[in-house]
Structure formats: C-alpha cells, structure tokens
C-alpha cells in the first residue's frame, strides 16, 4: 500500500492527477479493503490483543509517508529504521495470533530491530564504499550498533527469552560488518 499512496499523495501534493494518481488511490483504496477485511477475520478469531501491537506501528507509518516519502526522502536514515521498526509490530501480531505470551512476542521483535537497525547502516556505508571506493560517512556507526545488538541479545539471552545460536548469529553479522568494511577501506 505504501508505494501507491506515496505516489497519488506525491502528485496530489503538487496538486497533479495523472493516470498514475487515479491509479495509486485505486491501489490504495483496494489495499485498504483487503487490510479491512483482513483486521476484521482477525479480530472474530483472534481478539483484539493481537491488533494492539499495530496500532502505534500504523501511526508512525503514516508519519513516515507524511514526513519522507512524499518528500521524497524516503532514502534518509531515519525512514529506513522506521521502517524496519514498524515491520516488528506485525511479527508481534503474527506471534500473538500463533499463541505467543506477550513476553515473547515483544522478544521477537526486539530480536528483529536488533538485526534490521544495524543492518542497514551496514549497507548504507558498504553502498557508499562501493559507490565512491570509500566509506566517506563512519562506518563506526554500523559497528557500534551491531556490539549493541548483540549486547541486547546477551542480556536477553541471560532471562533466558532467547537462545545462544541467536547471539551466535548476531556475531557472525557483525564479524561480516567488520570485513568487508576494514578490507575495502585498505
């Protein structure tokens, strides 16, 4: 749905209808019917607990779309890792709908931002290494936030919420980070 609405929201903004307009608010309009159905089965099998989590997630996606996309920012940082966060909410949802404990469920998507928010700072300095032949932002960052990904995965790991091949996973990441980032920039 994003990639319609971002486009008829773009065009509308500069106050154009294109056949690309009438087409993305069509999309959208479709989309949107499928997500009602969808959240109504939903709600009748599963309640109203397992629809909570996406609730804050739609609300910061619309701002994502309102402040970056129809900017066309949607390639900053920042909409890169609210989206990846917003992403988490539904595996909340599908866990809880599968009979997770909120407890884990939250897990899960702390373990997912965990992977996804280094990840892409990862491949934002390996992009700009291969696009210019050096990392001309810090690649610190990107291993910075993999020793804290892994941080938070060992203390979930010592309340027993995760297994250890999951750290081991988070390292082997990190170690891929470190790499190919230090070999490239000899």
Known sequence: ???????????LRKKKLYLRT?????????????AFLALLATLS????????????AYAVAIIQVWLFDIRGNSRHWIPEVIGA??????????????????????TLAVIIVARAIPTIFYVRARLRQIKSGNVTT????????HGLAVIVLVALRM?????TLTIIAMLILMGRAIF???QNQE
């Open 1 to 11: 749905m994003r990639q319609p609405l971002k486009i008829a929201l773009m065009d």
């Open 22 to 34: 009438r087409l993305g608010i069509f999309f959208v309009a479709l989309y949107g019917l499928i």
């Open 45 to 56: 099998g599963s309640g109203l607990m397992v629809i909570l989590p996406l609730i804050p």
């Open 85 to 106: 966060t917003v992403m988490s909410a539904f595996a909340v949802s599908i866990a809880l709908a599968g009979g997770w404990s909120i407890k884990f469920a939250l």
């Open 138 to 145: 810090k690649p610190q960052i990107a291993f910075l936030l």
């Open 159 to 163: 309340l027993d919420l995760v297994p």
């Open 180 to 182: 190919f980032i230090k």
